[in-house]
């Protein structure tokens, strides 16, 4: 069984940082490809940062430049370091993972397996 699990989300002032964690076990496919989703009330899941297990990572314009996601592949987890946090950031973060290729590596419906979600919310 695949199980995601995430960590880090919390509150922080607009300007401030967070780094998210994602532990994932339970597989042994060769190829992963896996990202960090957000979801805001009442909207589907938005894809916002990929990595695959060659390490290729792409971004949603409107984090590019300031996340950044990597992953520890003999932990088998990955991380989205978010800098400089807007408001407009504050959403529910989840991770997700599917295996083999994909065609958009940004759009949900392509994803198997699913964390529980960390929310995320920047405020003064």
């Known amino acids: 069984l695949v199980q995601l699990v995430e960590s880090g989300g919390g509150s922080v002032q607009p300007g401030g940082s967070l780094r998210l964690a994602c532990a994932a076990s339970?597989?042994?496919?060769?190829?992963?490809?896996m990202a960090w989703f957000r979801q805001y009330p009442g909207l589907p899941h938005e894809g916002i940062a990929f990595?695959?297990?060659?390490?290729?990572?792409n971004y949603d314009n409107s984090v590019k430049g300031r996340f950044t996601i990597s992953q520890d592949n003999e932990k088998n987890t990955i991380y989205l370091q978010m800098n400089t946090l807007k408001p407009e950031d504050s959403a529910v973060y989840y991770c997700a993972a599917t295996f083999g290729e994909v065609p958009d590596p940004l759009e949900r419906t392509h994803y198997d397996y699913w964390g529980q979600g960390t929310p995320v919310t920047v405020t003064s």
């Open positions: 990595i695959d297990t060659d390490g290729n990572t």
């Open positions: 339970g597989y042994t496919y060769p190829k992963h490809v």
